[in-house]
């Protein structure tokens, strides 16, 4: 088991500045609340929001400490005062029925005139978080790497750390997770044109099933990753399934692949690039297919003004779960292939709704398996981060 790297609860020494962020901070912070449909519950009994008494409830146990974190860290000072316990969920309250009221007015709750100013409280990406190949093994090591073991522990046998695909009209919490997982793969095996003998680049390996699904229909894969953990149990995996001699796992950065493919592989990956780097990511593709190959890419995506607004900003994701991570808008994969590549994008497959439910699934397995994963390196801090 890998130790995590822990961050310091970033509390500035009060200044006279800091005090007039705090101030601005509390109160637009009462302005947006009232406009929720939630119950905020204060220490002294106060009861802040828009929302009645069945309405979700949220606990500030340290209000001033939430304050002075939003004053300081705007777009990361949220997720640590829940990491730090300065808020939390009220009883009876699941996190996320709290914070869905939140999102459903994600670009409505602030006033034009202060979103006008989000450049103020915007940083730029770490350029020790930028794409490089010398950085992306560190950016991938600091979650991919945190142990297999904690891994095992939410995800379903097949080790897929991505999307299902659910399918037919049973309600989707009934369906099988495993097999909403291998029907993700297959489609994108099928996609790919992947059968005997075809010859299969995967960019990113996960715990190697796609790698395992892939050489029983008889292709021969080299799959790569920058995880060593994910290498050691994908290598384990495939050996067990008598498959060693059609795979090869390599811990080897995308742009250091050679030759040609008949088919490319790679199953949310590109979050992990970063903007800067997707010409280089793309261009890699076109380079490595045979022509008349074909690459199927399973990406989170975003809206394109959603991506215009985020992309040049530093926020809690990025800090403490995927570092150099951003998510792309499909304009923005559409400019990339289009200035860089002799690409053609022939179909596109949405999906969304179903990784709302593959979350689902992996948050209760996670709490479901919390006794077994805490320990001194996954404390009551990383709980909540995680959730």
Known sequence: MRSI?????????????????????????????????VQVHLPAGQILGGGDANAPRLNLVRPESLYRRLGEHPKIGLGEAYME????????TDLADALAPFASQLESLL?????????????????????????????????????????????????????????????????????????????????AGVGEGTSLLEIGTGWGELALRAAERGARVISITLS?????????RIAAAGLAD?????????????????AIVSIEMIEAVGDEFWPDFFATIDNRLVPGGRAVIQAILMDHHRYLATRHSHGWIQEYIFPGG???????????????????RAETFAFGRHYAETLRRWRASFTDAWGSIASEHFDERFRRMWE
């Open 5 to 37: 790297a822990t961050h310091t609860a970033r509390l500035a020494p009060i200044r006279p500045v800091a005090t007039l962020r705090t101030a601005v901070a509390r109160r637009l912070t009462e302005a947006l609340l009232a406009r929720v449909p």
């Open 85 to 92: 316990g300065d808020w939390t969920a009220g009883e009876g």
């Open 111 to 191: 006033p034009k005139p202060v979103v006008s100013l989000r450049r103020l409280a915007d940083s730029a990406l770490p350029q020790h978080h930028r794409g490089t190949p010398e950085n992306a093994a560190v950016n991938v090591s600091a979650h991919y790497d945190l142990s297999n073991e904690l891994f095992t522990a939410f995800l379903d046998p097949s080790m897929t750390y991505s999307s299902a695909l659910f399918v037919g009209p049973e309600p989707l919490p009934e369906q099988d997770l495993q097999q909403a997982q291998w029907r993700k793969i297959d489609r994108a095996l099928d996609a």
């Open 228 to 236: 060593a953990e994910q290498q050691h149990l994908a290598q384990e």
């Open 246 to 262: 059609r795979v090869e796992v390599r811990l080897q950065d995308y742009r250091a692949v050679t030759g040609q493919f008949d």
């Open 326 to 344: 951003l998510i792309p808008s499909l304009a923005a994969i559409d400019g990339v292939l289009a200035r860089h590549t002799t690409l053609q």
